[in-house]
């Protein structure tokens, strides 16, 4: 059984080196989240610091998952600011007893594009 998935993994691996790389290129996906500038900046913010250690897109992990907290609040201005004061200040008691962390070092202006990023994930599978 292991020597199957290794010639599978094997082959898998030689068809990629032979396509060139042209696989990797997405085409045809206009309309995409990632085309949005506010989701490159939301992503590089969350993954320089430490979100993604209790955060997931579609699974629930220490904190709520990304995609359940873009359909819990709608896409305002009101619920962005409210969740950037919650991403720099902490607090518990929404999704349950567990605390999230404050980031006192987080500008507001870095805050509000996390909160923008993780709104637009309300669809993500
Ligand atoms: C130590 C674990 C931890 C880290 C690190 C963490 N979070 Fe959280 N986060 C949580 C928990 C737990 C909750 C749920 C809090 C609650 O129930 O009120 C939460 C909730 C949230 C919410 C929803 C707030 C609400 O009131 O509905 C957002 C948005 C969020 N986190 C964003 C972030 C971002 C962005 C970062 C990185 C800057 C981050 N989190 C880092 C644990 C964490």
Known sequence: ???????????????ACNSGGSSSEKTGETKSVADNPDYEKGL???????CWGCHKISE?????AYKLIGQKY???????????????NGGSGVWGSVPMAAHSSLS????VAMAKY???LKDEK
Do not use: H, R
Request: aromatic residues 4%.
């Open 44 to 50: 590089a913010l969350t993954t320089q610091s430490d």
């Open 108 to 111: 507001k202006e870095d805050a």
């Open 1 to 15: 059984m292991k020597k199957n998935i290794l010639i599978i993994t094997l082959a898998v691996f030689c068809f």
């Open 74 to 88: 709608e896409n305002t201005e009101a619920n962005i600011n409210l969740l950037a004061e919650k991403i720099q």
């Open 60 to 64: 629930v992990s220490i904190g709520p």
């Open 118 to 120: 993780i709104m637009l």
